[in-house]
């Protein structure tokens, strides 16, 4: 047979033309190279004593093609892409778990409300100490000594 680029060159018109027939809207680039591997199974797999081979390719690539939609279609039943707007009312993580909030707070009745701030951020949201001194609009050195201060007075009330 001849090499695959020119086998490709040769029967692209048939894979567009199968991706028509199958209503392929979506992705047409991805299945295009699904029909590119489908020719080239098939031109693995072809006995040219059974017959004509623009037949078995034919079938061969569309039969793939099937499967793949299929599978494109069951990925896309099992995943789930909320709207825009279902981003917009997501509650606040602080309301969504008040026990935690509570607990931490349990174990920072020493600290001042700066040391109290960086435990909910750090321990609740994982924020950095950039992310915390852009909401709290400070300085980086202002939470990082509200780290350290608390840190240690933490260490003290184990300690204890």
């Known amino acids: ?5 020119q086998l490709a060159q040769q029967y692209k018109p048939m894979i567009h033309k199968i991706i028509n027939s199958l209503h392929i809207y979506k992705n ?7 029909g590119l591997i489908a020719l080239w199974e098939s031109s693995r797999g072809f006995d040219p ?7 078995y390719a034919y079938t061969y690539i569309k039969g793939f093609l099937q499967q793949e939609l299929s599978k494109a279609n069951k990925d896309e039943e099992r995943s789930i892409y909320p709207q825009e707007e279902f981003w917009e009312t997501v509650e606040d993580l602080f309301s969504e778990i008040p026990l935690e909030e509570e607990i931490l707070l349990s174990y920072c009745p020493t600290l001042t409300e700066n040391q109290r701030k960086w435990v ?3 321990a609740l ?12 609009k400070v300085s980086l050195s202002a939470v990082k000594n509200w780290r350290a201060g608390a ?3 933490m260490k003290g009330m184990v300690k204890n």
């Open 1 to 5: 047979m001849e090499s695959f680029e």
């Open 28 to 34: 047409i680039e991805e299945f295009y190279q699904h």
């Open 49 to 55: 004593a059974k017959g004509n081979f623009t037949n």
């Open 120 to 122: 909910m951020y750090t």
């Open 125 to 136: 949201r994982d924020f950095s100490i950039k992310e915390i001194a852009g909401i709290e």
């Open 151 to 153: 840190r240690e007075k």
